[in-house]
């Protein structure tokens, strides 16, 4: 079956992309998009998602698609500072973060943010900057996690419209906290990465479960 992305833009893709690459996390992309639409996660136009290419290039939603009805035209290359390659379309804005994570985190392959109820509310009512989870027997859910007594760590930050200068802030406190699952943005939602798409829907559905279950004991108390 042929590509519709690599119709329109291969005269001006650099040589060293992989096309089949590029297809396979067109399709991730797009799986993931209906998957996380049907559990809720991204209403609307909400949320944006990528997937590394190479060392320097990713595959990135395109602005203002739902990301539940998604089609390989909607699917852009980009390197990782939003120069976009082979087309006249916009990236969200935010893609600039997905560029700045696959810049400093060598493992990540995929990334996904979602606008879900509980990273929404759990955001705007966690005073700190970093949101822990712990005792839940999904925390083992996520990479590199073994115990249920491990804690899963959330960075959260204040929204903001001045994305480079939330990348920046996002770039310092992995490096200051190299054990972060992801982060919230205030009254916004998640960013989370993993080592393939698979792991990283899988670190979705651990994380806003865990996150729904903090709300409820939050109300319990």
Not at 6 to 29: C, G
Not at 117 to 143: I, M, P, Q
Not at 201 to 216: K, N, P, Y
Request: charged residues 25%.
């Amino acid at each position: 079956m042929s590509d519709p992305i690599a119709i329109a833009a291969v005269d001006s893709l650099p040589s060293t992309l992989d096309l089949d690459r590029l297809a396979l996390a067109s399709q991730q992309l797009i799986e993931a998009g209906q998957a996380l639409d049907a559990a809720g996660q991204v209403p609307a136009t909400g949320g944006n998602f990528s997937s590394r290419l190479s060392d320097r290039l990713m595959a990135v939603t395109a602005s203002g698609c739902h990301k539940g009805r998604l089609t390989s035209g909607d699917i852009l290359v980009s390197d990782f500072a939003v120069r976009l390659q082979g087309t006249s379309r916009k990236a969200s804005d935010e893609a600039r973060l997905h560029g700045q994570l696959y810049e400093d985190l060598p493992h990540a392959q995929a990334i996904l943010h979602t606008h879900s109820r509980a990273a929404t509310v759990l955001s705007l009512c966690h005073e700190d900057d970093t949101l822990s989870l712990e005792g839940f027997e999904l925390n083992k859910a996520l990479e590199g996690v073994k115990s249920h007594e491990t804690a899963v760590r959330l960075a959260v930050f204040d929204n903001t419209q001045d994305i480079e200068a939330l990348a920046l802030d996002v770039r310092a406190r992995l490096a200051a906290d190299a054990g972060l699952h992801g982060y919230l943005i205030r009254g916004h939602g998640l960013y989370t990465w993993a080592s393939s798409m698979t792991a990283c829907r899988r670190h979705v559905e651990a994380l806003d479960f865990l996150m729904g279950c903090e709300l409820e004991l939050r109300r319990q108390r």
